[in-house]
C-alpha cells in the first residue's frame, strides 16, 4: 500500500476513470426487459414501449453525467494540488453513486415493472449501464481513499517552500 500511496497519478488516474464511468453510464441501458417470443417494445404495446429500457439518465435524472462532471475537476484537485476537501468529496461522490446502484437499481433488475402483468414470460436483466455505473462508483472510491492517503504528504520542494515563507 505504500508504494500505492507514493504514486502521484494513481488518485486521479481512478477517480478519473471513475469520472468518466459514471458520466457514461447516464447513456447506457440499465435494465432491459426482454420477452422470449418477440421484441418487448412490440408485445408491450405503444403506451408501455418506452418502459422495456431503462437508461442511468432516465433512471437517475441525468445526475450521474453532473456527478461524473464534477468528479473529474475533484479527481484534478484531489490528485494535482492534493486538496484533503477535493478527496472527501470524491469519497462523499463514491459512497453516494454506489449506494444509488446497489439500492436504487440492483433490486430493480428482476422486477418487470408495469410490462410484467401483461406479459407473462417478461423478465428483466441488468445492462451494460448498470456494471459501468458500480465500476465507476468504485474507482471514484478508490481515487478518493488515495487521494485521501495523499493529501497530507508534500515532495520534499514544496514542502521546504512552505516552511520557508513564514521567516
Do not use: N
Request: a positive charge; glycine letters at 14%.
Amino acid at each position: 500500500m505504500t508504494a500505492l500511496r507514493k504514486s502521484p497519478t494513481l488518485a486521479p488516474a481512478a477517480a478519473g476513470l471513475g469520472a468518466l464511468l459514471l458520466a457514461l453510464s447516464d447513456f447506457l441501458i440499465v435494465i432491459r426487459v426482454d420477452v422470449a417470443a418477440a421484441s418487448c417494445s412490440d408485445l408491450a404495446g405503444p403506451q408501455l414501449a418506452d418502459r422495456c429500457l431503462a437508461s442511468g439518465g432516465e433512471r437517475h435524472g441525468h445526475a450521474f453525467l453532473i456527478l461524473g462532471l464534477l468528479t473529474l475537476a475533484l479527481a484534478y484537485g484531489a490528485g494535482v494540488a492534493r486538496s484533503r476537501p477535493a478527496a472527501l468529496a470524491l469519497l462523499l461522490i463514491g459512497a453516494t453513486t454506489l449506494v444509488i446502484s446497489v439500492a436504487g437499481d440492483l433490486p430493480d433488475i428482476h422486477a418487470t415493472g408495469q410490462i410484467g402483468p401483461r406479459l407473462a414470460e417478461a423478465e428483466t436483466e441488468p445492462g451494460a449501464g448498470l456494471w459501468v455505473e458500480l465500476a465507476g462508483s468504485l474507482l471514484t472510491l478508490l481515487g478518493g481513499a488515495l487521494a485521501l492517503a495523499q493529501a497530507g504528504t508534500r515532495s520534499g520542494a514544496s514542502a521546504r517552500r512552505a516552511g520557508g515563507r513564514g521567516r
